[in-house]
DNA sequence: CTTAGCACTCAAAGGCGTTGAGTGCTAACG
DNA sequence: CGTTAGCACTCAACGCCTTTGAGTGCTAAG
C-alpha cells in the first residue's frame, strides 16, 4: 500500500496527540484538529490503513489507536516538527552551564542532573576517551609534619591530587628528589607501561623517600586506570513517576532498577559508530527490562580525545522533538564549553514553542 | 490506667508485626505468636486498653490495630530489642567503607549511598563545620604555556585544585613569587578577612603575576565559603517505591520532591542540640510533606571541628531496630575511620539475626 | 482474671448492568 | 472515485450491589 502524504499527515497528527495525552487517539479527535479537513469517517479508513501497514495499534476493538514501534520510528525519521527551545528554556540551560566544572566525573554527575532536569525525565551522561591518560608531571607538596600532597598533572589537562600521611618524618629536599626521579622515569606512561623493573628503578634512585613510592605508584595506576574508564551518570530517576505510564509502581520499579551505571554500561557500545542524536525506540535496544521504554542519545565530541553522551529514558511516547532539540542544545552548548574551557559561548536561542 | 508488663508485651508484639507486614494486626495474630501465652479474647482487652491509651490506632472498627505515633514513641525508647548486626551485613558495611574517599563532597555523597543501600531506605548524608576553614598554604604548579594549577591546601587537610588558563604566558619565577607572596598574606584568614586594601597589596607585591591575582583569590574565596557550607546529599530517593505504604505514586512522589537537599536544610538544626540517634517519628518534625513519614538520624563528632549526620527516611512503621542498629554501626564505623584516616577500624560484628 | 461464644461492623472483592468512546461497514452524495 | 453520514457493534471503565471474612466488643461461664 502507498503511504500517501495524507496517510503521513494523520499519523503525524496520532503521534503528536498521542505523545501530549499519553491516551489512545480516535478518529474523531484527529478530525476535529485545525488544519485536518475531513471527517472522522475519511479518518478512520485512513487509520485502518496505517494500522495494516503496521504504523499503529489497537489496544482493543473499541479503543483508539496508538503508534506502533514503527510508527514511532518513521515519525521519528521522517514527520517530526523540530521543536526550536524558547528564550526561556534557552537562557536557562545556558546559566546552567555556566556553572563550570573541572573534574570529568563531577561534570558528568552535575550534566545528568541538568539534562534531567530539563527534560524532566531520567537522563544520562557518559564521558569516554578514546585512549587512556598519562602523567604529564608529578608534583610533592609538603604538607606539615609527616604528610604531602601528590599532584598528578594528566595529558588530558585534568589534575588529581591525594594527600597522603605517612608515620615517619620526610625532608622536603627528599621530596624533591623524588619529584624529579618520578617525573624523569614514570611520566608520559600508560599504566600497564609501569612495570616491576621500572618501579624498582625508581625506588633506587629515591634515597630517603624510597619508602613512599609504593603509595605514590598505586594512587598514580588507579588514577590512570580510572581515567580510562568511560564515565557515566544517571540523574533524575523519580522523574520517571511523573509519566502516567508509570503509575503502576512495578512497572516504575523495574525500569528504574535498571536505570543504573552497570545496567547501562552498553549503551555507549551501542551508540559507538553513531553520531548526533539516535532516537532508540522500544525493543530496538538490548536493555532487558527497558522493552516500552525509548532512550534519545546525542553524542558529541569534546576534544582531548574525549566525546560525550547525553541522553534520556521516558516512556515510548514521549516527546521526541522537545526532547532531541533540548539535548541537541545541549550538546552544542557542552561541545562549545569544552573548546574555550572558561567561556561557554552559547548558540542563539529562537523564541517559539 | 496502669501500662503492666503484659500491655508493654503486647504493644512490642503489635508493633514488631505490623513492623513486618505493614498490615494492622488483629488480636488473633498476637494471641498466636510463640511465647503469647493469652487467648485472643485477653489479647482484645488489653488492645481496647492500648487503644484508649492512645498507643494504637484503628484504621475503622472491624480492622486490627495499628500504632499511634505515640505507640511508636514508646516502642522506639523503651520496647525495641536491639538489632545485632550480622556478621555478613558487618562485612559488607566494612568493605564498603575501606574505599577512602577524600573530599568531603564526595565523601558524603557516597556514604548517603552506602547507608541508603544498607538499609533499602532513602538516606540522608551530611557534614557540617562548627566553624569555617583557612587556607594553610598556596602552592602554583606551573603546567604548560598559559596555565597553571593553583593548589590550596587547607587549614581542614582538604586539598583543593583547579587548572586555570590565561591568554598570557607566565614565568614559573613569576609564579613562585606569586605564590610566595600569597602565602605571606592570605593564609590563615578566613574569606571575610580579604579584604580589598589586602589584595591592593598582593596586587602590588605581585609583579609580572599581578594579572593572576584575581581569578587566584576569587577561586580561593569560592572554596573557603564552599567549606562553611555544610555538605548533605540524599541518596536511594527511589528505594522508597519498595515500601507498601508507598504503592501510591502521588504520595511517593510528594515525598520523593521533599527529599532533596533544599528541602532538607533544616534538619542539622533540628539535630542540632541532640547527640547519638534520634528517631523523629511522624509529626514531630517540620517537613511539611513528610507527616506519615519517620526520619532517624545519628549524629557523630569526626573531629577536625566537623560532625556528621546520617539518617534514613522511611514509613513510621519502618524497622527501627533494624535501621538504627545500622546507623550505629556505620556511624561508629566513619568516626573511627575519621580518627585514622587511612585504616579504618571497624568494631566486631556480632552474628545474629 | 481468663476465655469461649456470639452478634455486629465494615473494607475489600466480586458480580452485573450501564455508559460512551470508538470502530468497521455500507450506502448515498458530489 | 473519493468522501461522508449513518448505524450496528464492541468493550473497557464506571458505578452499584452483594457477599465475604477478618476483626471487634460484650457477656457469661470457667
Redesign the pocket.
Known amino acids: 500500500m502507498e503511504l500517501t502524504e495524507?496517510k503521513k499527515k494523520v499519523l503525524r497528527s496520532i503521534v503528536d496527540l498521542y505523545i501530549r495525552t499519553a491516551?489512545?487517539?480516535?478518529?474523531?479527535?484527529i478530525a476535529e484538529m485545525p488544519d485536518m479537513?475531513?471527517?472522522?469517517?475519511?479518518?478512520?479508513?485512513e487509520?485502518?490503513d496505517l494500522?495494516a501497514m503496521g504504523y499503529l495499534e489497537?489496544?482493543?476493538?473499541?479503543?483508539?489507536?496508538i503508534p506502533s514501534p514503527a510508527g514511532y520510528r518513521l515519525y521519528v525519521d521522517e514527520l517530526m516538527l523540530d521543536y526550536r527551545l524558547s528564550m526561556d528554556e534557552t537562557q536557562k540551560i545556558s546559566d546552567a552551564i555556566e556553572s563550570k566544572m573541572q573534574q570529568v566525573d563531577r561534570m558528568v554527575e552535575k550534566v545528568a542532573k541538568l539534562v534531567s532536569q530539563a527534560t524532566d525525565l531520567p537522563a544520562i551522561s557518559v564521558a569516554s576517551r578514546h585512549g587512556g591518560a598519562t602523567v604529564k608531571r608529578f608534583e610533592l607538596i609538603l604538607a606539615g609534619s609527616g604528610s604531602f600532597i601528590l599532584v598528578l598533572m594528566l595529558s588530558n589537562d585534568e589534575v588529581v591530587n591525594k594527600l597522603i600521611k605517612l608515620p615517619l618524618d620526610i625532608a622536603e629536599a627528599d621530596l624533591k628528589l623524588l619529584a624529579a626521579v618520578l617525573n624523569a622515569t614514570l611520566t608520559e606512561l600508560p599504566p600497564e607501561g609501569i612495570t616491576p623493573e621500572l618501579l624498582d628503578r625508581v625506588m633506587r634512585s629515591a634515597g630517603a623517600a624510597a619508602s613512599l613510592v609504593p603509595v605514590v605508584v598505586d594512587f598514580t595506576c588507579d588514577t590512570l586506570r580510572k581515567q580510562e574508564r568511560t564515565n557515566m551518570a544517571v540523574a533524575g530517576q523519580m522523574r520517571l513517576l511523573t509519566q502516567p505510564e508509570y503509575r503502576d509502581i512495578d512497572k516504575a520499579q523495574r525500569i528504574m532498577t535498571s536505570l543504573d551505571e552497570e545496567s547501562l554500561s552498553n549503551l555507549p557500545a551501542i551508540m559507538q559508530n553513531a553520531n548526533g542524536t539516535q532516537v532508540l525506540v522500544g525493543p530496538e535496544h538490548v536493555a532487558q527490562e527497558l522493552k516500552d521504554t525509548s532512550v534519545v542519545m546525542t553524542k558529541f565530541d569534546i576534544g582531548d580525545g574525549m566525546h560525550g553522551m547525553i541522553g534520556v529514558v521516558g516512556p515510548t511516547r514521549m516527546d521526541y522533538a522537545k526532547v532531541t532539540a533540548r539535548l541537541s542544545y545541549f550538546a552544542e552548548s557542552l561541545s562549545k564549553m569544552f573548546a574555550k574551557p572558561d567561556k561557554p559561548q552559547l548558540p542563539e536561542g529562537d523564541k517559539e514553542n
Open positions: 495524507r491516551e489512545p487517539v480516535g478518529s474523531k479527535a479537513k475531513y471527517s472522522s469517517a475519511t479518518i478512520r479508513n487509520m485502518a494500522t489497537q489496544p482493543h476493538t473499541s479503543a483508539g489507536r
